[in-house]
């Protein structure tokens, strides 16, 4: 099985390490005599420069356009059985971007997942709202908006609050203290949005992959706003068991047992160093071979081929 798992910079690297951790200890049957077989996971960084994320192209046209090519010059390398995108700002352009030259690839975003997460979470408790933290590509687009109210959920649940830059911030702060002081904000500027009105039950969805990295310092900024009963949804967990339960249902899970899957990194650019420490101490805890997989990444120009 060869899966790739795709993101506009490094957070979907934390979908990648919470699958790996869940295959690695997975427990399989006794006597299991599935036949055994590989499991390659290739993490393709989606950013065509260092200086050239998404959120500061011309328009989505722009958007578009490149990330068709690097879905098409990763289908045309690697030849995956599944595409999974593992972030919200490339998710929600999916829909509107021509299909790769090979269509037996199954393609998937973590827009979905995410909008799931909520609907089955704002159903069971009416009366709770959700604050959506994402990306200002994310927010303009108004998928989860606009999904969640064709789900029955009313306006006055929702509030998407942009955080503009705070994924590349969390990328390049080791010890994350900057970070905190800007979650903080961003915290602020979204409770505002929920114009002076009581909530008993307050969801906190994270929108941008990157943000799961620092689940606990959304927690706790809203925990200090006074939001004590506070729910957090993070669609990263949900994407990685949805994946672990499609590599397992496809494949032989004898080959989890004995460990035979690799992990690669590829990307169009050298990642600089800075957010190769910072990403290795926040990864190296959930799956130190994600982590190494990151330090050894190869350089793969070809994925911009026109």
Known sequence: ????????????????????HLLKNYSVPENSDSPSCDIKITYVNAVPSNDRGYNTMSGKQEQIETFEKIISNTVRLISPDNIFVACGTLSVLLNQMAPPGDKSVKIEGIVSIGIQLLVDNLIKIPKAKAIIMATPTTVSNNSFQRELLNNGIAKNQIVAQSCPNLANEISNDPEGSKVEKRIQYWVKKSLQQLQGKITDHLMLFLG??????????????????????????NPNYAAAEKLKNYVLNDQSINSVLKNSFSINFLTPYAIPEQEKITLNKLLTPISPET????????IVPELLDD
Do not use: P, R
């Open 1 to 20: 099985m060869n899966i790739v798992i795709t993101d506009s910079g490094l957070g979907g690297l934390s979908v990648c390490a919470q699958l790996i």
């Open 208 to 233: 941008c992959t990157h943000y799961s990295y620092h689940e606990n310092m959304f927690k706790m900024a809203f925990i200090n706003e006074g939001f004590s009963k506070l729910t957090v949804l």
């Open 291 to 298: 982590s190494q997989a990151l330090i050894n990444a190869q």
